[in-house]
């Protein structure tokens, strides 16, 4: 059976130039702990210009800020940003929830 070496879950969006690596370097071969699956769980949010690194969980509904570099965990429903990436606030939003609060008049409420 193959590897998975990423997987992408549903009501996910993805901005452009987004770069998401699953090992470090193929010219020198991959060494132990170099590699590893990305996953974006569902209803996750991930800004332009993100890169991903090896082994990463993004979790569910978690939003990524534009130009960050994750290289660790982000939780559900938290919102991660910066070089690396860290968590810096949290929100109560679901997938679902996404239209509304874009076209609609519904608030969100961030904690952080």
Known sequence: MEKVWFTI??????????????????????????????IIKRGARV????TI????????NAVIGAGSVVTKDIPDNCIAAGVPARVIGRHNFKANDIHHWLYGSKSVKVKG
């Open 53 to 60: 690194l090896p082994g990463v969980i993004i979790g569910e």
């Open 9 to 38: 879950e549903d009501d996910v969006i993805l901005a452009g130039y987004i770069y998401i690596l699953t090992h470090s370097n193929i010219l020198y071969g991959i060494k132990e702990g170099e590699d590893g699956p990305v």
């Open 47 to 50: 800004g332009i210009n993100v």
